[in-house]
């Protein structure tokens, strides 16, 4: 059984489009996060969500728009792509905010032409 | 300005010997520092935690010590195998106005020859 999945796996679209990405847990966790990891391989965080609520949100451009229906979900949404939005984007999830290991989907390598 | 910093150059060993990988900080005090594993393609995988209090962990053949007076952490593999070529990543929990930051190192890739 797959922990944490992210969808799509590869995601190919052209500036100025607009895309989802979808990210489910199975683990019972109540905190989610979204990282961005550039060419250089360095792993930023972008947003947490604890028990459905926004609690880390990082100098992140307001195109990006996390979403979490439910404690198992937290989708990310870009509006307006840019050729600087290209990167590995990686959901994760941890029992709780702190001090615990996280749990990180396969990943989704985002190309914007 | 705050720093975490792991070797960029890959480190090459040979196998059945120990690999010590080093991830050094400035100006945070961690509680807290995590190692993980990332393979090419993949997400990073969860290896060690340990904490401000604790000297050394250690997990089959995998050991981490954590000096706060150096900031610095080691993490070491022992009896090294090809399957152990990734590269590893430090992360720190750093709090900022009540929210800990998961904050990554860029990782040092570890290559171990047969």
């Known amino acids: 059984d797959t922990a944490v999945s992210q969808t799509p796996k590869y995601l190919v679209t052209q500036m100025g489009n607009d895309k989802s990405i979808k990210c489910e847990q199975n683990?019972?966790?109540?905190?989610m996060y979204w990282y961005k990891q550039d060419s250089k391989k360095f792993l930023k965080i972008m947003f947490s969500y604890n028990n459905k609520e926004l609690i880390i949100n990082e100098t992140v451009p307001n195109r990006f728009s996390p979403k979490s229906p439910d404690k198992a979900h937290l989708n990310l949404h870009i509006n307006s792509l840019e050729l600087g939005d290209s990167a590995v984007y990686f959901c994760?999830?941890?029992?709780?905010?702190?001090?615990?290991?996280?749990?990180f989907g396969p990943g989704t390598r985002l190309t914007v032409t | 300005s705050q720093k975490i910093e792991q070797n960029s150059e890959a480190l090459n060993i040979q196998e059945g010997k120990t690999a010590t990988l080093t991830c050094n900080y400035t100006?945070?005090?961690?509680?807290?520092l995590q190692w993980y594993r990332q393979d090419p393609g993949r997400g990073p995988v969860f290896l060690l935690l340990?904490?401000?209090?604790?000297k050394e962990k250690r997990k089959e053949r995998l050991k981490v010590t954590f000096d706060t007076t150096l900031k610095q952490s080691l993490f070491h593999i022992t009896a090294s195998q090809p399957a152990d070529s990734a590269t590893y990543l430090c992360?720190?929990?750093?709090?900022?106005?009540?929210?800990?930051?998961?904050?990554f190192g860029r990782g040092t890739s570890l290559i171990v020859h047969p």
């Open positions: 992360a720190l929990d750093p709090t900022s106005g009540g929210s800990y930051i998961p904050t």
């Open positions: 100006n945070y005090s961690p509680a807290y």
């Open positions: 340990i904490r401000e209090n604790e």
């Open positions: 994760a999830s941890s029992q709780a905010p702190e001090a615990y290991e996280q749990y």
């Open positions: 683990l019972g966790h109540d905190t």
